[in-house]
Structure formats: C-alpha cells, structure tokens
C-alpha cells in the first residue's frame, strides 16, 4: 500500500503538485491520467524516491521493492535483449547462479526468448517494450511504476502491452502504477482511476464509476472518444425536438429498441468498460421522454436543449 499525505512538490518556486492524498492498495491496477505537464511523471517519481515530497509524506509498505518501466524504453543499444536483462540483475540480491535462468524465464514470460541475441534496433516498438518490462520484471518487484510506456506504440501493440500488465498483475500479483494520458490504456486494465489537471487530483473513482459517471469536464474531455458519439448538429434539429445523450447498459438497450418508438438514434457507440458492454447513443425526440423514465431505464442520460430558430 502507498498513501500520500497533503503532499506538494515544488521546483523552484512553480508548484507541480499541490497537497496530494492519495491511496493506492497492493495488488491493484492503477491508474493516473492526465494531459502533459499535469504533473505524473512527477508524483511517480515521488513513489519510488527520485524525488522528495515539499510538503507531507508518502507512506510505503516496508517490504515494497519497485521497478520502473520507461515511454522511451531506455535500454542500452550496445547490449543484446539477454544483456539488457542481465543488467538489472547486477545490484539486485538475487544470487548470481540464478541469474542465467530468471533471465531466461523473464524472457520466456514477456514472449521475447527468440530476441535474446538481438540488439534493440532491430526490434519493434512493442518488443522493446516487452523488455523494459522483462528488466523490470526480472528482480522480483512488488511494485511496476510504469510511466507512459504504451504513449509511444501503435494501438495492436498497445493492446498487447496492456494484456502483459494485466498477466503480470494477476498471476504475479504485482501492484502496478499507470500514468497515461491515454483513456483508452486505462479502460481496460485498471481497477481505479486518478484524474489530475495542474498538479492537483481533480477526481479519483473506480473505472467503471469514473466512466459511467464521470463529474469533471477534463474528465469527460478524455473520455469524448471512447464514449460520447458523434452529437447532432442544431441545423438537424426541427421546433420542437429535444436531443437526450443516454448510457445504457445490455438489458437497457433491449428494453429501449422496444419500447421507444417516438424518437431516431442519430449515433451509437458501443463500449466495452472493464469486459461489460454498454451501449452509449444520442436520441432525437418530438416528445418529452420524461426525467423519472429515464431514470429509470438508463444508466446516464442528459437532455440536451438545443434551441432551433
Ligand atoms: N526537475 C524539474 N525541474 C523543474 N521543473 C520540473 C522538473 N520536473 C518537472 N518539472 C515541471 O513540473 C511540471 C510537471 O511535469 P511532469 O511531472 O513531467 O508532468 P507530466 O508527466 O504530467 O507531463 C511541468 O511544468 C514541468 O516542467
Ligand atoms: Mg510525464
């Protein structure tokens, strides 16, 4: 378990952190999303000590061990992936007999055994990355600070990444630090979610709950790709005609195809949030849908009033 206590961090006299409290339990997935300059790579650091709080405290469990994994991957072009490995292994406790086979079953994990020999340039983005993660990895870490490593990948490889993380965490229990300013690294991987714009922590919810109900504007800013589609435009509009943003969930959907009849979809989304299926559509209506039925039968709605001359 980590907790940060009204922790501020200052450089000079700018501060980049402002009164932090944060909790993030063992074993969990988490997440902290925000634009650059918001302060992540920051409040990483301050977990596994590359910087020290200004202001309040950061509490650690006393056995925590942690490894930190790189956007820019930062592994040595003049050593092979077996070498890169080895690397980490040289200031570790572990006894150096044992080296050659957790190298070797590091690399067997993260799916680059055939790679060994290789050097990084003439690996791809993704397998690079799967060796910061096998160096990360290779020295037993309770705890993966992971910062931006999916940021510089193209979406299969991303994909891929996330599914290694998400192995890692639940076969080896590993807890795991994600900072992204990517929505979509989190949706499927993380248990919770930090929200931070200029420093401070603006909201901190579960995924599911953060994505359902986000509250701020950044929030739902970032999530406007995944789960917001396309919203009719007031040209489109005829007198009298209302507009209603819903979120349903699979159940929902079947009730509304069969029961909302007065009213066009104008454009769906399907998203999958944490493996559930959720359906999120705008919906022209000439009749007022009525808050307590929309209550009701979705799990979010807005009703958008759109005036048309
Ligand atoms: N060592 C440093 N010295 C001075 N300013 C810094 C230092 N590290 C970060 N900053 C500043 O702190 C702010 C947050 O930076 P950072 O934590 O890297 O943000 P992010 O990772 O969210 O992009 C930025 O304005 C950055 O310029
Ligand atoms: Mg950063």
Partial sequence: MITFKNVSKSFNQAMVLKNINLTINSQQIF?????SGAGKSTLIRLING?????????????KIQSSMIFQSYALLQSKTVYENVRLALKFSSIPKKEHEKKITDTLDYVGMTEKSNAYPSELSGGQKQRVGIARALVTNPSLLLCDEITSALDPNAKKKILALLKKVNQELKTTIVLVTHEMEAIKEICDEVAVIDQGEIIECKKTE????????????????DIIYPIAPK????NKGEAVYYLLLNAEQYHFFQKNVRNGY???IKTVHIKGIRYFALYLI??????????????IRYERKEINVP
Avoid: C, M, N, R
């Fill in 31 to 35: 997440g902290i999303i925000g634009t």
């Fill in 50 to 62: 590359l910087e020290i709080p200004s202001q309040g405290s950061i509490e650690l469990d006393s």
């Fill in 209 to 224: 709950e953060l994505f359902l109900f986000p509250e701020k504007k950044i929030t739902k800013d970032f999530l406007s």
């Fill in 234 to 237: 007031q040209a489109e509009l």
């Fill in 265 to 267: 979809v104008y454009d």
């Fill in 285 to 298: 209506s000439e009749v007022d849908i009525g808050s307590a039925w929309l209550q009701e039968h979705t």
